[in-house]
């Protein structure tokens, strides 16, 4: 008796071929500068913020290393006060510790990596987050 013949569908020859594609080619870098344009008010609040940095530190976890840049006083207030509407819409403000906490974006577990101020009803602080990559250890 003569083995049976196998004969494959269409469909998985096609299937098959098309999962051994060539992958597309390189694409060229471009070292151009990145286009930009005049920043929004939020961006000066960032701006004033780090003009006025008072002290930074540097923090990292198992694969992002980040320099904190914290600002007080009167740059500081501004960014707070600006935070307001934003913080109200997104739900990023809390209370922790007597004090009041407006973020840039959702706290999911902790600050880390998160831009934030807080107040106290008299002091102001903001802290800012520069991803540094692998550059700082």
Same mark, same amino acid.
């Given at each position: 008796m003569s083995p049976p013949s196998l004969r494959w569908p269409p469909l998985l020859c096609l299937t098959i071929a098309c999962g051994h594609a060539r992958p597309p080619p390189p694409v060229a870098i471009d070292y151009h500068p990145v286009a930009t344009q005049a920043a929004p008010p939020e961006g000066d609040l960032y701006a004033h913020?780090? /003009? /006025?940095?008072?002290?930074? /530190?540097? /923090?990292?976890d198992a694969d992002t290393s980040l320099l904190l840049f914290t600002c007080e006083g009167d740059p500081a207030r501004a960014f707070y006060d600006g935070l307001a509407a934003w913080s109200a819409k997104i739900g990023s403000e809390f209370k922790s510790a007597g004090r009041t906490f407006r973020s840039t974006s959702r706290v999911r577990r902790d600050l880390f990596g998160v831009d934030y101020c807080a107040t106290d009803g008299t002091r102001y602080e903001c802290v800012v987050t520069l991803n540094a990559g692998p550059f700082v250890p």
């Open positions: 913020c780090l /003009a /006025a940095t008072s002290h930074y /530190a540097h /923090a990292r």
